[in-house]
Structure formats: C-alpha cells, structure tokens
T-cell receptor
Framework: GQSLEQPSEVTAVEGAIVQINCTYQ??????LSWYQQHDGGAPTFLSY????GLEETGRFSSFLSRSDSYGYLLLQELQMKDSASYFC????????????????FGTGTLLAVQP | GAVVSQHPSWVICKSGTSVKIECRSL??????MFWYRQFPKQSLMLMAT?????????EQGVEKDKFLINHASLTLSTLTVTSAHPEDSSFYIC????????????FGPGTRLTVL
C-alpha cells in the first residue's frame, strides 16, 4: 500500500521561502508529483520527480530521495496567491509491474501566506 | 484552457435519489479516467479507475454497486451515485492522464454533491 504524510498546515510571509515535506511508506512507485489546489478548485500540476534529485520550475522546486523515503516542495518568493493546499502524490506500480496512471495523494498541506 | 470538463459543477438532491456526474476530455482521447472523492479539508481519495470498453476498477472499500462508472467513449466517463445519502455529500473530481514525460494528470473542475 501507499502512505504519504505531510504537515497539515504551514504559515509563511510574502517573499519568504517555504518547504513542504512529504514522507512516505510505499511498496514502490514510478514518480512523485506535487499538486496545488485552491479552495473549491481542481488540483493543478506543479512539479514531478521521476529520479532522485532536484527539479526546478520557476518559483517552485521539488526534491526526491528514494533512499530516505522523502520528498519536498520548495516555494520561493511567496505570493499571497500561493495560499492553497499542496499535495504530494505517487504513481504506484501496477500488479504486473508496469506503472499505473492513477495517483495516490498525500495527506495535504494547507499553506497560508501572510502579508 | 480546460482540457477536462465535469458536469454538473454542483448538485443538490434528496436522500435516496441517484445522481449522474459526467467527465469529458475536451481535446484528447482518454482510455482511462479516474474518479476521486474529497471531503472538506481532506485529501483526494481515489475511488476507481474508469476503463473505456471494460469494467471499472474500484479501490478497496469503495462500493461498486453504489458508485456506478461507465466509460461510454474515449472522451466520456460517468459516475452515478445511486441511492445517495447525506454521507455521500462530497466533492467528486475526475482526472485523465496525458502521455508525457511527467506525471501530469488533468483534473476536471469537480462536482460538489450535497445530499439532503
């Protein structure tokens, strides 16, 4: 099975840098993704790590360490519009070894950006 | 623009009635779609995988007779909540994967179901 834990809430101020962690216990997965969801809206894709290491996409970066069962999302130059929920998610292996397309989501982190 | 649509965006129904939610991929074909349920302030929980031309695959603990899924075409999947009860009130979201080098999935805008 899959279990992905995140801090429930994080608060930061505009312009700051914040890191949202995702620790997991899984039976194996294809890659780790990060999604943003504003209240009442659909999740939107932010970043993906297929391999260990750091991936940078503008103000957002994501990191994965499979040996440590750990990943994080780094948000820089925080803006008020970044206030949202953030979810890590994995794409688990299928029964016969291939990667499935379904996503198993982490517990989610509510980020509040203050002026 | 949106690549996955859902209809309706919100619905209120009486207990015991059935509600159908549609999920459409707008500019691509999706042989597989996914249905998630999200309760307030909680994460998205995968309910089932909708497969075009075959039966849906349900996650453990999800009642297949209560949540009927039909993948009628390569661009349409429907979720029917049968005999809805107040505890079924939730945000239902569908998604469809697109072939890419990343894990990108495109999510519909969601359907807010309220059962009175």
């Amino acid at each position: 099975g899959q279990s992905l834990e995140q801090p429930s809430e994080v608060t930061a101020v505009e312009g700051a840098i914040v890191q949202i962690n995702c620790t997991y216990q899984t039976s194996g997965f294809y890659g780790l993704s990060w999604y943003q969801q504003h209240d009442g809206g659909a999740p939107t894709f932010l970043s993906y790590n297929g391999l260990d290491g750091l991936e940078e996409t503008g103000r957002f970066s994501s990191f994965l360490s499979r040996s440590d069962s750990y990943g994080y999302l780094l948000l820089q130059e925080l803006q008020m519009k970044d206030s949202a929920s953030y979810f890590c998610a994995v794409r688990p292996w299928g029964r016969y070894g291939g990667a499935t397309n379904k996503l198993i989501f982490g517990t989610g982190t509510l980020l509040a950006v203050q002026p | 623009g949106a690549v996955v649509s859902q209809h309706p965006s919100w619905v209120i129904c009486k207990s015991g009635t059935s509600v159908k939610i549609e999920c459409r991929s707008l500019d691509f074909q999706a042989t597989t779609m996914f249905w998630y349920r999200q309760f307030p302030k909680q994460s998205l929980m995968l309910m089932a995988t909708s497969n075009e031309g075959s039966k849906a695959t349900y996650e453990q603990g999800v009642e297949k007779d209560k949540f009927l899924i039909n993948h009628a075409s390569l661009t349409l999947s429907t979720l029917t909540v049968t005999s809805a009860h107040p505890e079924d009130s939730s945000f239902y979201i569908c998604s469809a994967p697109r072939v890419s080098s990343t894990d990108t999935q495109y999510f519909g805008p969601g359907t807010r179901l309220t059962v009175l």
